[in-house]
């Protein structure tokens, strides 16, 4: 079963940065990659995907802001959130194969006021 592990979180000001990693136990070179969240009492939600050819998409509330990016050789992938914002606040995971495929265990993002 394919592991993926996120790292990176933690607690940041209103207009600071993070940036999240999350290694995965297989290829990802040929895998579309993705990034979705979940506040308290909300969905699960897009931030971003990348495809093996490198496409991204984005949620509308985190375009300009934030920046998936993949390295195959280490089977990583990225996501460095900058200018961020107390909505932002939420469980951070990573997935792969789409949404109906491998999941990490979260990892929390909180923004302060």
């Known amino acids: 079963q394919v592991q993926l592990v996120e790292s990176g979180g933690g607690l940041v000001q209103s207009g600071g940065s993070l940036r999240l990693s999350c290694a995965v136990s297989?290829?990802?070179?040929?895998?579309?990659m993705g990034w979705y969240r979940q506040a308290p009492g909300k969905q699960r939600e897009l931030v971003a995907t990348m495809t093996a050819g490198g496409i991204t998409n984005y949620g509308d509330s985190v375009k300009g802001r934030f920046t998936i990016s993949r390295d195959n050789a280490k089977n990583t992938v990225y996501l460095q959130m900058n200018n961020l914002r107390p909505d932002d606040t939420a469980v951070y995971y990573c997935n792969a194969r789409g949404t109906a495929g491998d999941w990490g265990q979260g990892t929390q993002v909180t923004v302060s006021s």
């Open positions: 297989a290829s990802i070179r040929f895998v579309v």
